[in-house]
């Protein structure tokens, strides 16, 4: 008798890239999409 067993699972990452002591424009600058404040997701 042979039996196989799987699992299949599903991840998604959200991130955000920046810091603090840049205004928006130069982290957007440096960082692109991934500075977005409402993170930046791979799915």
């Known amino acids: 008798m042979k039996v ?3 699992r299949k699972a599903h991840f ?5 890239l ?4 840049w ?4 982290n957007k600058a440096v960082f ?4 977005n404040p ?4 791979h799915n």
């Open 4 to 6: 196989q067993v799987s």
């Open 12 to 16: 998604n990452a959200a991130h955000r």
């Open 18 to 21: 920046f810091r603090k002591d």
């Open 23 to 26: 205004d928006d424009a130069k």
């Open 38 to 41: 409402n993170f930046h997701g």
């Open 32 to 35: 692109g999409k991934c500075s």
